[in-house]
Structures are given as structure tokens and as C-alpha cells.
T-cell receptor, first 119, second 114 residues
Framework: AQTVTQSQPEMSVQEAETVTLSCTYD???????LFWYKQPPSRQMILVIR??????QNATENRFSVNFQKAAKSFSLKISDSQLGDAAMYFC????????????????FGKGTKLSVKP | NAGVMQNPRHLVRRRGQEARLRCSPM?????VYWYRQLPEEGLKFMVY????????ESGMPKERFSAEFPKEGPSILRIQQVVRGDSAAYFC????????????FGPGTRLTVT
């Protein structure tokens, strides 16, 4: 079964600094999607960034970027110029292609990393 | 364009009562996923529905839990005879059923069983 592991239960960063959150996953598939979601205290799940496994180029969204290492099954999130509003739980998630191997596209989540931002 | 709506946002039930959680998908979305988030955990898949059809319920407990998505109205996750272990946040996510598969999440319902 596919699993997603986030080895850092908590992380802390100084405002305006850069922080990297780690994620590894286990799969035997060659094509899939990877995501980072942010969950602030409101509990709303907010999509931060996504990566298609067939794309070699790392995804970037403003201050957020990923380091996707397919062979190592690693998918880390880098947050640059950290802001107080970045404080939240961050979840890494994996998803099969739709209808592939019986998958219905549900997301498989890690346990999350709690990010604190110090002013 | 309203996002995914869930109600109630908070629900308190005593052990043995029934809980009904509602999810109204985004306009134009005909597919809904339900996920459960236990305290200090990530979200876990429960069930995937299309209107009038359960596509995949492999993540749902076999007893006491059921889900439906009627032709008209919201999707409903029903938990009968709740126990303390059912206390969790329940999220639904919707998508169009075709094209890019991004799921849009609702704000969740926090169920507390006393």
C-alpha cells in the first residue's frame, strides 16, 4: 500500500527566513501526483502546490517551491521569506492517476508537520 | 462561485446517538470524497461518491457508517450509534468528475462525542 511519511512533527522558522519541510512516500507506480496542503487553525485545507510525477521540473508557486526527487521518492517543500501567516499544519499527499489499478483518485496523506513562525 | 460547504461546522452528540454530516459540493461538481481526520493525524479517505452512486467505500468502517449523494441535495455522511472514537474532523472534497482531478475541500465538520 502507498504510504506518505513526514518525519518532522514540528518545525520552527524565523520570519523572513527559509524553511524546508520533508516528505517521503512509497509507491511502485511510475506516474502519480504529489501535493502539499496547508491547514491553518481554521482547519480549512488549502492546496499549496502540486507536482505531476512525469514532470522533471520542480513546481513553484510564488514563495513555495518543491524539491522532487523521484528516484529517492522524496518531495520536500521549501518556503522562502517566511511570513507569520505561513504558520499552520502542512500535509504532504499522494494520489494515483484516476482509474489506475482500481484507484479512484483519493488522496493519501502524511501525518503532517506543524510549522511555527517566530516574529 | 461558492466553495464546498459543510454543515454543521460543529456537532456534539452523546454516545449512542446518530450524527448526520452534510456536504454541498461546488457548483458543477458531481463527485464527492469524504475524509476523516483524527486528532494529531492526517486525513484518511473514507468514501467516494458520484450522484446516486457509491463508487468506492473501501475506507469506511463496515458498521455504523453510511454515505449517500442523492440526485438532488447534499451528500450525507451518517454515523449511527456514535462512540467516543468517532470524535474527529470530517472533510468532504468535490471535483467535476472529468478533466484535471483537483479536489476542493470544504471547511470540515468537527464531531465531538460525549
Amino acid at each position: 500500500a502507498q504510504t506518505v511519511t513526514q518525519s518532522q512533527p514540528e518545525m520552527s522558522v524565523q520570519e523572513a527566513e527559509t524553511v524546508t519541510l520533508s516528505c517521503t512516500y512509497d509507491t511502485s507506480e511510475s506516474d502519480y501526483y504529489l501535493f502539499w496542503y496547508k491547514q491553518p487553525p481554521s482547519r480549512q485545507m488549502i492546496l499549496v502546490i502540486r507536482q505531476e510525477a512525469y514532470k522533471q521540473q520542480n513546481a513553484t508557486e510564488n514563495r513555495f517551491s518543491v524539491n522532487f526527487q523521484k528516484a529517492a521518492k522524496s518531495f520536500s517543500l521549501k518556503i522562502s521569506d517566511s511570513q507569520l501567516g505561513d504558520a499552520a499544519m502542512y500535509f504532504c499527499a499522494y494520489r494515483y492517476l484516476m482509474n489506475y489499478g482500481g484507484s479512484q483518485g483519493n488522496l493519501i496523506f502524511g501525518k503532517g508537520t506543524k510549522l511555527s513562525v517566530k516574529p | 462561485n461558492a466553495g464546498v460547504m459543510q454543515n454543521p461546522r460543529h456537532l456534539v452528540r452523546r454516545r449512542g446517538q446518530e450524527a448526520r454530516l452534510r456536504c454541498s459540493p461546488m457548483k458543477g461538481h458531481s463527485h464527492v470524497y469524504w475524509y476523516r481526520q483524527l486528532p494529531e493525524e492526517g486525513l484518511k479517505f473514507m468514501v467516494y461518491l458520484q450522484k446516486e452512486n457509491i463508487i468506492d467505500e473501501s475506507g469506511m468502517p463496515k458498521e455504523r457508517f453510511s454515505a449517500e449523494f442523492p440526485k438532488e441535495g447534499p451528500s450525507i455522511l451518517r454515523i449511527q450509534q456514535v462512540v467516543r472514537g468517532d470524535s474527529a474532523a470530517y472533510f468532504c472534497a468535490s471535483w467535476t468528475g472529468q478533466g484535471y482531478y483537483e479536489q476542493y475541500f470544504g471547511p470540515g465538520t468537527r464531531l465531538t462525542v460525549t
